[in-house]
T-cell receptor
């Protein structure tokens, strides 16, 4: 069975710093998708970035980028120039061939002013 | 577009009571999902639907039922509520054929069973 592991329950950084959130996963599939979702205190789940496993190039969305290491089954999220509004729970998720998302337990990120 | 809407936002049930959580999307998405999120945990899939009239179990279906009579609506039924069902419930939808995996979430329903 596929699993997703986020080893950092909580992280905090100063505003404008760069922070990296870790995620590892386990699967025997070769083609799949990986995601980072953000859940602010409002509880709304928001897609931050997605990565197709068949693409070698790391995905980037403005201040958010990933470091996708397929052989190591690692998918970390880097947030540059962090802002107070980035404070949230961040979830890593894996999509299997049945289009079902398998979620990590989340990392609570606090951006300090 | 309102996106994905869920009602109610909060609910307290007594053990053994039943209720239906409502979910509606106006994006004409074919896939819809129900998740639960327990404190300090990620989401777990309860049921999902790939289109009207088709539903399937996810990871944690016991104690729940769903139906999908229309594209827009995907209600979740709790029969004989138990304290273990205390959780936050999220409904989501996606369009398979568009950007794979991009699920749109409702605001969630916080349910407490006492």
């Amino acid at each position: 069975a596929q699993t997703v592991t986020q080893s950092q329950p909580e992280m905090s950084v100063q505003e404008a710093e760069t922070v990296t959130l870790s995620c590892t996963y386990d699967t025997s599939e070769n083609n799949y998708y990986l995601f980072w979702y953000k859940q602010p205190p409002s509880r709304q789940m928001i897609l931050v970035i997605r990565q197709e496993a068949y693409k070698q190039q790391n995905a980037t969305e403005n201040r958010f980028s990933v470091n996708f290491q397929k052989a190591a089954k690692s998918f970390s999220l880097k947030i540059s120039d962090s802002q107070l509004g980035d404070t949230a729970m961040y979830f890593c998720a894996f999509m299997d061939s049945n289009y079902q998302l398998i979620w990590g337990a989340g990392t609570k990120l606090i951006i300090k002013p | 577009n309102a996106g994905v809407t869920q009602t109610p936002k909060f609910r307290i049930l007594k053990i053994g009571q039943s209720m239906t959580l409502q979910c509606t999307q106006d994006m004409n998405h074919n896939y819809m999902y129900w998740y639960r999120q327990d404190p300090g945990m990620g989401l777990k899939l309860i049921y999902y639907s790939v289109g009207a009239g088709i539903t399937d179990k996810g990871e944690v279906p016991n104690g729940y039922n769903v139906s999908r009579s229309t594209t827009e609506d995907f209600p979740l039924r709790l029969e004989l509520a138990a304290p273990s069902q205390t959780s936050v419930y999220f409904c989501a939808s996606s369009y398979q054929g568009g950007r794979v995996g991009e699920q749109y979430f409702g605001p969630g329903t916080r349910l407490t069973v006492t």
